[in-house]
């Protein structure tokens, strides 16, 4: 690392070296991080095991508090309950914690734990859905380097595939999870994600290393048996020994099978560990957190794959991250906490609610009130932040921005805004759950911001400071809409499964925004004349952004008519029934939250 970043080192390796210092910087703050709050005393708590059965009859070791948690027996058994009910439900004996056998209360009291255990998940699963994307957009900043070691296929048609695949296993996520758990799901699709990174890189990027893996490779047979490919022509360049392409097609749809596990279970993860003044900020971290990988395409590839020999060694790259982040997923991430960190998880527990399989859950969330518009709202975000991000190089090129290098740095600097903007307003939203006004104020910006990506005045010129601005700001209003729109559907689907519900924004979302990029690149090449008859005010303005506005326009029209109840906040007592608008107080009871459901069920 010191050699790549000092002066003789060449400026592709002093990036590739800064960019791998950053990363390890993150995970060594966020290891940190953890570490302080495991320690914390505050922390360490004596606790109760109670050892219960689930119906996949795994013994599962729950620890209740004893302070926390009156001994009392549940409506529901265990027995009745499905995994992705997060293990809390427990049928507890009337003197499972009283020594001397007389009954205590059964009043049902329990109040929320939150653990620091909360912050390795959300950081395996960030770091997954970074992986996930990074490599979906692996080969977007070098295309004549793959197109060149590929003879016949293009970079675009290979991330197509990626995204194809993404959708259609959207399908399945939710009932996976439900079946398998949340641990078991994450855990197969990073093993999953990890086989297709090492079949698209193979084992020849070691060709370098003294000694290494190659000796060994040879020995097993396993390069000669990748680098050959499944039985068909390897189409390779003369200089490297790429895998052949049959087995980057396998590795990419493997990789675009398991990225929806980290895309649709952010909700289900903060609904899970997070309390509710956490849960848009924890949403907002594992959802967008997949920007930060597309911009890592973009600095690291195109760095690093400059050559047939270099794209070997940035696809090696990628496996060996991935292969050490699926280990570290494999060990450390687990299903739930021993008890609900909030008390709408517990009321869904006491309930004995039962997820229905995904396509009943569709059904039931588009008869839902309200549920249609945090659906358009995370829609025209992610084909905004999608489009942007597509033609990037076109919208700096013609705002004065041409050299590469900066190019890519105000793509991941865009990207790096969509993530930061996404917990600064996420954290406000977790305070004081003002969805709608949030939501209303963040698309209003978006509309005004995307017109300077596009428009020219005649009298000034190209403004490339106004246009980076312009591009920073425009990520820090569209990104958090997704997050907050997310946590909205779940809130007002309550107690619907989070997983269904991110699965049904996803697919929408990526459909959408297959549909529109092929209008907006037709559309970038048009240019409509502002005033052309007066010098001082002449100007004009590209049709790509043209089409962007109306459509964040029209959806800031349809979404100030939402009108809904937030359901969960309901049963966490925010008074969430006026405009989707609600407090983040966390402190009501259960009963409480029982009966103003049933209220709230009895006027539909």
């Known amino acids: ?73 549940f409506q529901t ?52 859905a970074l992986l996930s994307d990074w490599i979906c957009f692996s080969v977007a ?31 399945f996520v939710t009932d996976i999870v439900q079946k398998f758990g949340l641990q078991r799901a994450i855990q197969g699709a990073s093993l999953v994600m990890t ?45 490297g020994s790429l895998v052949s392409y049959w087995l980057i097609l396998v590795g990419t749809i493997l990789v675009g099978a398991a990225q929806p596990f980290f895309q649709c279970t952010p909700p289900m993860l903060s609904a899970t560990w997070f309390a509710s003044n956490e849960r848009a900020t924890s949403t907002a971290v594992a959802l967008n957190f997949n920007q930060i990988g597309i911009a890592t395409a973009f600095l ?115 990207e790096l805004a969509i993530l930061l903007g996404g917990i600064v307003i996420g954290g406000y939203v977790d305070k004081t759950k003002e ?37 920073l700001g425009l990520g820090m209003a569209a990104g958090p809409v997704q997050p907050i729109n997310a946590e909205l559907a779940v809130d007002v689907t309550y107690p619907g499964d989070e997983t269904a519900v991110e699965s049904v924004q996803q697919i929408g979302g990526n459909l959408i925004s297959a549909l529109l990029v092929p209008v907006a690149e037709y559309a970038a090449s048009q240019d409509y004349q502002i005033l052309p008859q007066s010098p001082e005010l002449a100007s004009d303005i590209r049709g790509d952004v043209v089409l962007l506005t109306v459509l964040a326009g029209l959806t800031l029209l349809v979404f100030s008519f939402f009108d809904a109840p937030l359901r969960r906040t309901l049963a966490e007592g925010g008074g969430g029934e006026v405009n989707g608008e609600g407090s983040g107080d966390d402190t009501f009871s259960t009963t409480m939250g029982i009966s103003k459901k049933k209220e709230l069920v009895s006027k539909e």
């Open 195 to 239: 086989v297709g990174c090492w079949c698209r890189s193979g084992f020849g990027f070691v060709h370098d290393w003294d000694g290494g893996l190659v000796p060994v490779a040879q020995a097993l047979g396993i390069n000669d048996y990748v680098t050959g490919g499944l039985a068909a022509p390897p189409t390779i360049a003369q200089d």
């Open 141 to 171: 900043a070098s295309p004549s380097t793959f197109e060149s070691a590929f003879a016949g296929h293009s970079a675009a048609n290979l991330i197509d595939i990626f995204l194809f695949t993404n959708v259609a296993s959207c399908f």
């Open 435 to 471: 969805y709608k006004k949030v939501t209303l104020a963040c698309i209003a910006a978006t509309a005004a911001l995307v017109i300077p990506l596009g428009l020219t005045e005649h009298a000034v010129g190209q403004e490339p400071l106004l246009l980076l601005l312009a591009l």
């Open 1 to 73: 690392m010191i050699v790549l970043l000092s002066k003789n080192a060449s400026m592709n390796n002093r990036r590739i070296a800064a960019t791998l210092l950053l990363c390890l910087v993150l995970l060594v703050c966020s290891s940190t991080t953890t570490t302080a709050f495991q320690s914390s005393p505050k922390s360490r708590t004596k606790v109760a095991s109670i050892s219960i059965t689930t119906n996949h009859h795994h013994q599962y070791n729950h620890q209740y508090l004893k302070k926390k948690i009156p001994t009392r027996t």
């Open 300 to 414: 690291v590839g195109g760095s690093m794959a400059t050559s047939p020999g270099g794209l070997e060694d940035y696809f090696g790259l990628i496996a060996c991250l991935c292969s050490v982040v699926t280990l570290g997923t494999l060990l450390q991430f687990q299903n739930a906490p021993p008890s609900p960190p909030s008390t709408s998880e517990i009321e869904k527990l006491q309930s004995g609610h039962v997820e229905p399989p995904f396509l009943e859950s569709v059904q039931k969330f588009f008869k839902t009130p309200g549920f249609i518009f945090p659906l358009l709202a995370f829609v025209c975000s992610i084909s905004i932040t999608n489009i942007v991000g597509a033609f990037i190089d076109e919208v700096m090129t013609r705002g004065g921005i041409t050299d590469q290098f900066q190019i890519d740095l105000a793509g991941a600097g865009f």
């Open 77 to 128: 058994t265990i027995e009745e309950q499905k995994p992705q009910q997060r293990s809390s439900l427990v049928q507890l004996n009337a003197n499972a914690n009283n020594n001397n056998g007389e009954s205590t209360s059964t009043s049902p009291t329990m109040e929320p734990q939150v653990y620091p255990q909360r912050w390795t998940q959300l950081a395996y699963l960030s770091l997954l």
